[in-house]
């Protein structure tokens, strides 16, 4: 009786595999970490009901960083309807959302706790 041919993997090539898989994964993230660092930063400061500054000039077709801080008293909200973006800021706290590319146009935001006195624009040029 003959004994079937069965090919065994050595261990090494086994670890070998799994430290090239490693490898792999661990580049998947850092590559976007290196590419985030790259983005333009817009700055955004909610103060006493208001924004400043009320109109921000962005890059069309570019993805971008909003970083905002609220420098009180209260809470305040940076939300966008028509960009599907919001965030909660108590005071003294500071925030970053990434937005994708625009296309060149003028997208309102508000802060949803001072609706009648912080009104803003992003214009993407």
Request: charged share 25%; net charge positive; aromatic share 8%.
């Amino acid at each position: 009786m003959s004994r079937p041919l069965v090919q065994h993997r050595r261990p090494e090539s086994l670890w070998l595999a799994v430290l090239a898989a490693s490898a792999l994964l661990m580049a998947a993230f850092v590559v976007p970490a290196k590419a985030a660092d790259d983005m333009p930063t817009i700055q955004l400061l909610m103060k006493d009901g208001r924004l400043f500054p009320e109109t921000l000039e962005v890059p069309a077709n570019t993805k971008f960083r909003l970083t905002i801080r609220n420098e009180g008293p209260g809470a305040a909200e940076f939300e966008s309807l028509e960009l599907r973006k919001e965030t909660v800021l108590a005071p003294g706290v500071t925030r970053s959302l990434v937005f994708h590319p625009m296309k060149p146009g003028t997208y309102r935001f508000f802060d949803d706790f001072h609706p009648e006195t912080a009104q803003g624009r992003i214009v993407a040029k």
